[in-house]
């Protein structure tokens, strides 16, 4: 039996119950068993967080395992392995894989292979249509009595709008969310980066803001018509934002999310054809960051998700139009959005809530918080550690990300799934 643990003299914060306090927490049996200013050490295991911050567990919404198919990119043990470096406890995996999450078996693989390998918890996303062909629609009501947390064609929105409205109906009897990558591919088609100066100065075809907004606003109409619920993937656009905003405003059920890469970068980090800043939706302008911090400040935008894309060496490594579009997001995800708390555009609570309890929502299950009697998912984190980037140790496959050799400040040192120390940095 592992022995309790009690993590003392950090700052708790856990805005699922508004606390923001220095103190200790006990965790006993994989549960927390007590939250309080100051603990008796008794016979304890004890981790000191002097000066760091004690919160629940990230939950990543978004991200890609690529197991079963492309293993060489990365695999459920090595992704699992680089998000608890990250600091996530939950992650949900995109079902893009070959073959495709698409029914029982695909589904149920990835359950007992994440038992055995994964240290964090894996929550598969199920596909909305049979092999994410955009054809017909897959097995809805199987994929949800094995476990999926929701619906996806990642990489594709479902482009067939009557097929989308069916999908729609269908999920209102699962209680899931339909979970739409927006983008028009014939709009985008051949575009490699943001329409704009970066994508005319590198002579690359751009990709216009409207091959989200379209689809955007298309799937908000069938969910109003519908009543099913709706959460936008990687919104990345100031428009994208604004009819969100406006949707919510008109009681539809959507919610969105964005990742730490569309808030921290813009599309000049391409510059110089730098492959590893390829990414889709494209990194934008300043403005467009600018319009999506404020879409998290006001509550448009639910959630921060890494939508993990990772790739081998060899894949980036082509000319800029072959490349594939992606990066790995896993490790540095808590470092470049924490910059946004050091320069005062974002509050630290409101980042940990965007990380917690706010997925957690959207996932429907108890998960995000540190409420006593709670699974103890728990992420200790030094805001203040300046740290380089260095994708030669990172635990993921993929070291596709525009940010090796860059400094960040903020570094998860321990991590904690299910009361067991699964990272200690």
Known sequence: MTRPLLIKNGCIIDPSQNIDKKGDLLIKDGMIA???????QADYDIFDAQGMVVCPGFIDLHCHLREPGYEDKETIASGGKAAAAGGFT???????TDPPLDDRASIEYVFKTAAKASPVRVLPIGCITRGREGKGLAEMGELADTGVIGYSDDGDSVMDSNLLLKAMRYSLAFGLPLIEHCEDKSLSEGGQINEGIT????????????AEEVIISRDIALAKESGARLHIAHVSTRGGAELIRRAKEKGIKITAEVTPHHLTLT???ALGYYTNAKVNPPLRTEGDIKALIEGLKDGTI???ATDHAPHTENDKRREFALAPFGISGFETALGSLMGLVHDGRIDLNLLISKLTVEPAKIVGKELGTLKVGATADITVFNPDEEWTVDTGKFLSKGKNTP???KKLKGRVKAVIAGGKLIYNG
Do not use: H, V, W, Y
């Not at 007590?34 to 008796?40: P, V």
């Open 34 to 40: 007590s939250l309080d200013d100051k603990l008796s």
């Open 267 to 269: 599309e000049e980090a």
């Open 90 to 96: 939950t992650i949900c995996c995109m079902p893009n």
């Open 199 to 210: 994508a005319t100065r590198l002579g690359l075809q751009g990709i216009p803001a409207a």
């Open 403 to 405: 940010l090796n050799g």
């Open 302 to 304: 639910d959630a921060i």
